[in-house]
């Protein structure tokens, strides 16, 4: 037993452990209330077999939605542990700017379950943040969360394979051209990082899945690399027309 853990049951007493969402009284720091629980929407079956994106009950197993048809992702699929409503919004805005890190293991732990597949045979591979943005904050939000999915899958971690060489302005409202050219030659793999990515299947890992524009670039860095599979695993993923449908 780690210090940590022996001291855990003091600090749980003289601190008592409360919900980060609604501040309720809980039994352990590394989790939620029941009924916060119950605010976030789990992704679930049937979905499209290329994106993991949610179908409704008429869609058949195995069939691929109509976006990933029109353009066929060039990643291995997505495995995301929520979808993007206000209690996991809350839940990313305290752990990327509100300096909780010690929501990792909560949120790295409903992403696991999607990553079943997943053993030390894999990489795990976070988003990289650009270097004035993560002295700023202190900490890169994606590498946490894969540090947590490596303890529990056994994937090794190389948390630095992908560097942001320039910083990017924020993407929201811009079209997909635009969010293009601003992340054009933002992504790269570290040249050091090549030899461990050749043939090697990955998780690229992220907070957040939005528009796709950044994990688009990590993903298409990561295959000139030689990477053989990348899966998209993130905590939350935006998919409005979904929620309805989970």
Same mark, same amino acid.
């Given at each position: @037993?780690?210090?940590?853990?022996?001291?855990? %049951?003091?600090?749980?007493?003289?601190?008592?452990?409360? &919900?980060?969402?609604? !501040?309720?009284?809980?039994?352990?720091?590394?989790?939620? &209330?029941? $009924?916060?629980?119950?605010?976030?929407?789990?992704?679930?079956? +049937? &979905?499209?077999?290329?994106?993991?994106? %949610?179908?409704?009950?008429? @869609?058949?197993?195995? =069939?691929?939605?109509?976006?990933?048809?029109? *353009?066929? %992702?060039?990643?291995? =699929?997505?495995?995301?542990?929520?979808?993007?409503?206000? +209690?996991?919004?809350?839940?990313?805005?305290?752990?990327?700017?509100?300096?909780?890190?010690?929501?990792?293991? @909560?949120?790295? !732990?409903? @992403?696991?379950?999607?990553? /079943?597949?997943?053993? #030390? *045979?894999?990489?795990?591979?976070?988003?990289?943040?650009?270097?004035?943005?993560?002295?700023?904050?202190?900490?890169?939000?994606?590498? #946490?969360?894969?540090?947590?999915?490596?303890?529990?899958? !056994?994937?090794?971690?190389?948390?630095?394979?992908?560097?942001?060489?320039?910083?990017?302005?924020?993407?929201?409202?811009?079209?997909?051209?635009?969010?293009?050219?601003?992340?054009?030659?933002?992504?790269?793999?570290?040249?050091?990082?090549?030899?461990?990515?050749?043939?090697?299947?990955?998780?690229?890992?992220? $907070?957040?899945?939005? /528009? =796709?524009?950044?994990? *688009?670039?990590?993903?298409?860095?990561?295959?000139?690399?030689?990477?053989?599979?990348?899966?998209?695993? &993130?905590?939350?993923?935006?998919?409005?027309?979904?929620?309805?449908?989970?």
């Amino acid at each position: @037993m780690s210090p940590g853990q022996a001291l855990a %049951p003091l600090i749980d007493l003289i601190f008592p452990p409360r &919900c980060p969402l609604c !501040g309720a009284a809980i039994g352990s720091a590394a989790g939620l &209330c029941v $009924d916060c629980w119950n605010t976030l929407v789990i992704p679930g079956e +049937p &979905c499209c077999a290329s994106c993991q994106r %949610p179908f409704g009950d008429a @869609m058949p197993e195995g =069939g691929t939605c109509a976006p990933c048809l029109a *353009d066929p %992702p060039r990643h291995g =699929g997505i495995a995301a542990g929520t979808l993007y409503n206000d +209690p996991s919004r809350k839940l990313v805005l305290a752990f990327k700017h509100g300096n909780r890190i010690a929501l990792a293991p @909560m949120m790295a !732990g409903l @992403m696991v379950p999607k990553l /079943s597949f997943v053993d #030390e *045979d894999w990489v795990l591979v976070p988003v990289p943040l650009h270097r004035w943005r993560l002295w700023k904050r202190g900490y890169n939000q994606a590498a #946490e969360l894969a540090r947590q999915i490596g303890k529990r899958t !056994g994937a090794r971690l190389a948390v630095d394979a992908l560097v942001r060489r320039k910083a990017t302005r924020s993407l929201g409202g811009l079209g997909k051209l635009a969010r293009k050219r601003a992340l054009s030659g933002a992504i790269a793999v570290h040249p050091g990082r090549k030899a461990v990515l050749k043939g090697t299947k990955v998780v690229l890992v992220d $907070d957040v899945l939005t /528009s =796709g524009a950044t994990s *688009d670039a990590c993903v298409s860095a990561l295959k000139r690399a030689g990477a053989e599979r990348v899966v998209i695993a &993130c905590f939350s993923r935006v998919l409005d027309e979904a929620l309805d449908i989970a």
